[in-house]
């Protein structure tokens, strides 16, 4: 049996949290994401609906901008790389928690939550 993320998630059902080897990870364009969910068929049907595996549904669902979700997590994840670097480097509490509600500003961000 293969044990790669794809067997895990077809195992499993629900799936898992795949995470870069280095907490700050850089790529050609920048900072990459922290972490990307992989989630096996029988979580997306509880999610997606029992026929989301038909061509037309994975068309859709493929189709989706994923870009404003990427964003706002890279967007996030710096904020809270600077909230840390300004908390060891002792500087004022309130710079600190800039960072936090930075961070909770954007969580009001409307975005679609299945993704």
């Keep these: 049996m293969n044990s790669g993320p794809l067997s895990h998630t ?7 949290v795949v995470k870069p080897m280095s907490f700050v990870a ?4 920048g900072l990459l994401q922290p972490a990307v969910k992989r989630r096996g ?9 029992p026929e989301y595996t ?13 870009n404003a979700k990427l964003t706002l ?8 790389i ?8 002792r500087e ?12 909770l500003a954007l ?3 409307p975005v679609d939550p299945r993704l």
């Design 41 to 49: 068929r029988e979580y997306l049907r509880m999610i997606y609906g």
């Design 82 to 89: 600077e909230g840390l670097e300004r908390f060891v480097r």
């Design 54 to 66: 038909r061509p037309e549904n994975l068309d859709r669902l493929r189709a989706r901008g994923l």
């Design 10 to 16: 077809s195992v499993v059902g629900e799936g898992m």
């Design 92 to 103: 004022p509490l309130r710079r600190v928690h800039e960072c936090a509600f930075g961070v």
């Design 26 to 29: 850089l790529g050609r364009h």
């Design 73 to 80: 997590a890279l967007r996030e994840f710096a904020l809270g």
């Design 107 to 109: 969580e009001s961000e």
